[in-house]
């Protein structure tokens, strides 16, 4: 089975600017749930997904937004870029998150905002 | 911050060596959760462990959890260059989202 992918690797915007992310879950994964990760914060939940219905938001503004295909795959928007948004975006993905299951995660989307 | 915090944050061995770091959180869980993360990359499930679990063993790792002082260890016995990564613990309270701390970077000299 191919694991989660994230698209794209890299990524360097200027403020003000908005950017998507995109995540595809791994065949057969339904739940999909996103993370930022900076040095100084460490891994911060933003918002987990289910068969296309957010189940769960993590505490970041609005700017922040996802939303779930039918297919699974999942996009994250961020809008009018701020330089603390720089960070390591992570997506991870599980089966049924109902079930407590362990969490697969891609290598994520480096996001740098100059 | 509902965050767990991983103690210590950053912890040198030389190969061999057994590395043990700490994790506590703050609220009521259903399980628990230790991930690695090589430098820049993904998280990678190394084991769970339930809330009425008090260890658990897989290879080289052995996880205990104490849920009257909310905290979790994680031992790694014969440690090896290849275990240099950060470690995190993460966990869940079925509200469909994991809790992660904030790591311990631990580096084995060969």
């Known amino acids: 089975k191919a694991g989660v992918t994230q698209t794209p690797r890299y990524l360097i915007k200027t403020r003000g600017q908005q950017v998507t992310l995109s995540c595809s879950p791994i065949?057969?994964?339904?739940?999909v749930s996103w993370y930022q990760q900076t040095p100084g914060q460490g891994l911060q939940f933003l918002f987990e997904?289910?068969?296309?219905?957010?189940?769960n938001k993590g505490n970041f503004p609005g700017r922040f937004s996802g939303r779930q295909f039918s297919n699974s795959r999942s996009e994250m928007n961020v809008s009018t870029l701020e330089l603390g948004d720089s960070a390591l975006y992570l997506c991870?993905?599980?089966?049924?998150?109902?079930?407590?299951?362990?969490?697969?995660f891609g290598s994520g989307t480096q996001l740098s905002v100059l | 911050s509902q965050q767990g915090e991983e103690d210590p944050q950053a912890l040198s061995i030389q190969e061999g060596e057994n590395a043990t770091m700490n994790c506590s959180y703050k609220?009521?869980?259903?399980?628990l959760q230790w991930y690695r993360q090589n430098s820049g990359r993904g998280l990678v499930h190394l084991i769970l462990?339930?809330?009425?679990?008090r260890e658990k063993h897989s290879g080289r790792l052995r996880v205990t959890l104490d849920t009257s002082k909310k905290s979790s260890s994680l031992l790694i016995t014969a440690s090896r260059a290849a275990d240099t990564a950060s470690y995190f613990c993460?966990?869940?309270?079925?509200?469909?989202?994991?809790?992660f701390g904030t790591g311990t970077r631990l580096k084995v000299l060969a």
């Open positions: 991870a993905s599980s089966s049924d998150r109902a079930a407590n299951e362990k969490l697969f």
């Open positions: 609220t009521s869980i259903n399980n």
């Open positions: 065949s057969g994964h339904r739940s």
């Open positions: 997904y289910f068969s296309e219905t957010q189940r």
């Open positions: 993460a966990t869940d309270k079925g509200t469909y989202k994991y809790i």
């Open positions: 462990i339930r809330s009425n679990e």
